[in-house]
């Protein structure tokens, strides 16, 4: 089982690009690339509420479990 987030796919539904997302949370560009490309081995509870809060949806939107371990 892996932790993958939906975080391009939100950007992309939002038509929002890292910059943007950087500048409406604050949150680093370096944060939100790792997040952006699933390099990322972590994730804050801070960085969780500023990019639910942003993207308006709730945590299972933005990270899930992949049983497929993919």
């Given at each position: 089982m892996i932790i993958k987030?939906?975080?391009r796919?939100?950007?992309a539904q939002h038509k929002?690009?890292?910059k943007d997302v950087?500048?409406?949370t604050g949150l680093?560009?370096?944060t939100i690339s790792?997040?952006?490309n699933e390099t990322s081995?972590?994730?804050?509870f801070?960085?969780?509420g500023k990019l639910c809060e942003l993207f308006d949806c709730e945590v299972d939107e933005l990270i899930f479990l992949d049983r497929s371990g993919k």
């Open positions: 987030n939906n975080l796919i939100l950007m929002l690009n890292i950087h500048e409406k680093s560009r370096t790792k997040l952006f081995t972590t994730i804050s801070e960085t969780i």
